[in-house]
């Protein structure tokens, strides 16, 4: 069965550093996203990602935060700066279409510590 | 605007025993409701889903979920637990019909399995 895969499954950082967090999504799937979970917390939505533009995004994320789809099959997030604040579990999903009845199928994590 | 609240951060329950994982939504248009499941270091998978059609959903390992209207109510059950079924468990309430898609989440249930 296809998966979403997400690299690196930890990442430590020191503030200010600037980090990468890597999805590959399922290959014939056409819309993307990325969410966080601070500990303790709840799943957040960051960011929604369709042909190539950014279709939705949350107050979260902001000027420090970017998505890109470099190649074919990869979707990345990155953190500017990163700070304390930013240390959280970040999911990537994909779904094959943006309805809101339309299954997103999760990768497994990146944890990102920020020291 | 829409939120989701499960009323149980932990539930604990013996082997053989009925599962009740307990959810309600607000949402001002018609809602599309879905519960995942966590696995420790997996991503998170879907179990069930509701999109206005039969107001009683089966999904996978034994769960279903009615939704009730009135009630604004998504409860997850299983009639027999399963070590295997030890895990957290996600409702999420996604608008759809003019709604938001963006999928809110609740903060999530752990489910304790004892032998």
């Known amino acids: 069965e296809p998966e979403v895969t997400q690299t690196p499954s930890h990442q430590v950082t020191q503030m200010g550093q600037e980090v990468i967090l890597r999805c590959v999504p399922i290959?014939?799937?056409?819309?993307f996203y990325w969410y966080r979970q601070i500990l303790g917390q709840k799943v957040e939505f960051l960011v929604s990602?369709?042909?190539?533009?950014?279709?939705?995004k949350s107050e979260i994320f902001d000027d420090q935060f970017s998505v890109e789809r470099p190649d074919g099959s990869n979707f990345t997030l990155k953190i500017r700066s990163t700070k304390l604040e930013d240390s959280a579990m970040y999911f990537c999903?994909?779904?094959?279409?943006?309805?809101?009845?339309?299954?997103?199928?999760f990768g497994p994590g990146t944890r990102l510590t920020v020291l | 605007a829409q939120s989701v609240t499960q009323l149980d951060s932990h539930v604990s329950v013996s082997e053989g025993t009925p599962v009740l994982l307990r959810c309600n939504y607000s949402?001002?248009?018609?809602?599309?409701l879905f519960w995942y499941v966590q696995h420790p270091n997996k991503g998170l998978q879907l179990l069930l889903k509701?999109?206005?059609?039969?107001?009683l959903v089966k999904g996978i390992n034994g769960f279903e979920a009615e939704f009730k209207k009135s009630e604004t109510s998504f409860h997850l059950t299983k009639p027999s637990a399963h070590m295997s079924d030890a895990a957290e468990y996600f409702c999420v309430v996604s608008g759809r019909g003019g709604g938001s898609y963006i999928p809110t989440f609740g903060r999530g249930t752990s489910l304790i399995v004892h032998p």
């Open positions: 949402s001002s248009y018609s809602p599309s």
């Open positions: 509701y999109t206005s059609a039969a107001t």
């Open positions: 990602f369709y042909n190539n533009e950014i279709s939705e």
């Open positions: 999903a994909s779904s094959e279409a943006g309805r809101a009845t339309d299954t997103q199928y």
């Open positions: 290959s014939n799937h056409l819309y």
